[in-house]
């Protein structure tokens, strides 16, 4: 069975940093693109960023230059620098992939359970 695992989320005063990680499980026959979302109290869930097998990466205009995408294509895995956090950064963040898995009849989007990022002012 495949699935994404989030881990890394917690408390974290403004200003901090945390580092949250995914990693793909099970038979995995390619992905195209990592990404994470979050979702705030009561608000939509929105794209944080993304990053493509050939590498290039997208960010949300709210997190540029505090936030960085990596991915570990070895390990079926993508993780979420984020610095210099903000208040208004608490969300559940959830980590979502598009991925042909074992047992799938083509690419399709898979999401994590998500994982709750709460930045304290």
């Known amino acids: 069975q495949v699935q994404l695992v989030e881990s890394g989320g917690g408390l974290v005063q403004a200003g901090g940093s945390l580092r949250l990680s995914c990693a793909a499980s099970?038979?995995?026959?390619?992905?195209?693109?990592m990404a994470w979302y979050r979702q705030p109290p009561g608000k939509p869930r929105e794209l944080v960023a993304a990053i493509r097998s050939g590498g290039s990466t997208n960010y949300s205009d709210s997190v540029k230059g505090r936030f960085t995408i990596s991915r570990d294509t070895a390990k079926n895995a993508v993780s979420l620098q984020m610095n210099s956090l903000k208040p208004e950064d608490t969300a559940v963040y959830f980590c979502n992939a598009d991925m042909w898995g074992g047992g799938d009849y083509g690419p399709r989007t898979y999401w994590g359970q998500g994982t709750q990022v709460t930045v304290s002012s």
């Open positions: 099970g038979s995995i026959f390619s992905i195209t693109v």
